[in-house]
Nanobody, 127 residues
Framework: QVRLVESGGGLVQAGGSLSLSCTAS????????MGWFRQTPGKEREFVAGISWSGPNIEYADSVKGRFNISRDNPKNTVFLGMNSLKPGDTAIYYC????????????????????WGSGTQVTVSS
């Protein structure tokens, strides 16, 4: 079982930056792909960024490419999401996720690729 806890959300003005963190419990973190998703009321949860267990494979949604950066620190069981040039459209609850599979080469981009989820952290971008 993997438990995920996100932190770092908040309120920021458009054009600003925020950094999210997600700390995982359990000994298998370093072998799981990790992802960030976001969701707004009435909409499906959407992929934001994913990183493979060893780091070389990284994926971003088109809407955040060039503005967001995902990274991980395996010894600290933590994955990060740096968000720059934030827009009001980035307002959502952001969820951290961990893959069911271990040591999978490619970071997943759909909710089906991930089995474990945090409770989410709110990001609000004001115009």
């Amino acid at each position: 079982q993997v438990r995920l806890v996100e932190s770092g959300g908040g309120l920021v003005q458009a054009g600003g930056s925020l950094s999210l963190s997600c700390t995982a419990s359990g000994p298998t973190f370093s072998h799981r792909n990790m992802g960030w998703f976001r969701q707004t009321p009435g909409k499906e949860r959407e992929f934001v960024a994913g990183i493979s267990w060893s780091g070389p494979n990284i994926e971003y949604a088109d809407s955040v490419k060039g503005r967001f950066n995902i990274s991980r620190d395996n010894p600290k069981n933590t994955v990060f999401l740096g968000m720059n040039s934030l827009k009001p459209g980035d307002t959502a609850i952001y969820y951290c996720s961990a893959s069911r599979a271990l040591s999978s080469r490619l970071a997943g981009t759909t909710t089906a690729d991930y089995a474990y989820w945090g409770s989410g952290t709110q990001v609000t971008v004001s115009s």
